[in-house]
């Protein structure tokens, strides 16, 4: 599966922003995809991610309850809403499918996903 991120761009803090995950060459739904992101000088993050079914979402603390994923298996493609976007989530983001089709858990761990598309540059400033 072949995995591309946009949506990216400048907002300002408090704003809305959703950024889209398309899927290609094999269907979306095998895959838990998730969602990380690498600000400048720091190492990549998880922020997020969801089960092939999507029935299992999570997030890390760290996000503190602003991002939303979803997904439509139908257009083979996922997304992440953030809410009240901050300075601090400047950062590029990247979308991955986890190696182990249909695993019923999130996992976190950026060595179990195998299929990253290229980033979407976020730039929260006003």
């Known amino acids: 599966v072949q995995l591309q991120a946009s949506g990216g761009g400048l907002v300002q803090p408090g704003g809305f922003l959703r950024l889209s995950c398309a899927a290609s060459?094999?269907?979306?739904?095998?895959?838990?995809i998730g969602w990380f992101r690498q600000a400048p000088g720091k190492e990549r993050e998880f922020v997020g991610g969801?089960?092939?079914?999507?029935?299992?979402?999570w997030y890390p603390d760290i996000i503190g309850g602003r991002f939303t994923i979803s997904r439509d298996d139908a257009k083979n493609m996922v997304y992440l809403q953030v809410n009240d976007p901050k300075p601090e989530d400047t950062a590029v983001y990247y979308c991955?499918?986890?190696?182990?089709?249909?695993?019923?858990?999130?996992?976190?761990?950026?060595?179990?996903?195998?299929?990253w598309g290229q980033g979407t540059q976020v730039t929260v400033s006003s």
């Open positions: 060459g094999r269907s979306v739904s095998r895959y838990a």
């Open positions: 991955a499918a986890d190696r182990v089709p249909f695993r019923t858990v999130v996992i976190t761990t950026e060595g179990e996903y195998d299929y």
């Open positions: 969801v089960t092939s079914s999507g029935t299992n979402i």
